[in-house]
């Protein structure tokens, strides 16, 4: 099972990107677990992923999120703006694959 965190601003705008994450997911037959937080609680969150996807919008604040994913050694990227923008749940899912080492 893979855990993949997205943090955006408020949670609200990634929930369409997980559902289709979570689809592209299913039709390949990949166990994931896969959640949406808001900025304020994304380190809270942090110890139960095995990955930590960013926003676009949040591109500006990837130095904090990187100091604080590192006491985890929790890999962490921004989403593509152009896939984040398509909701385009392949392009994300396996993104987060690459960067758990699957």
């Known amino acids: 099972m893979k855990n993949i965190l997205l943090a955006c601003s408020s949670g609200m705008s990634t929930s369409l990107l997980v559902t289709k994450m979570e689809e592209v997911a299913k039709e390949q037959g990949i166990e994931v677990n896969i959640w949406a937080v808001g900025q304020d609680k994304a380190q809270t969150e942090m110890e139960k992923a095995d990955v930590l996807l960013i926003g676009p919008q949040m591109r500006f604040m ?9 006491e985890y050694n929790l890999p962490l990227d921004v989403i593509d703006p152009v896939a984040y923008g398509r909701v385009d749940g392949k ?6 694959l690459e960067l758990i080492g699957d």
């Not at 392009?91 to 987060?96: E, F, G, Y």
């Open 91 to 96: 392009a994300v899912l396996n993104k987060a």
């Open 62 to 70: 990837k130095k904090k999120f990187e100091k604080m994913a590192s």
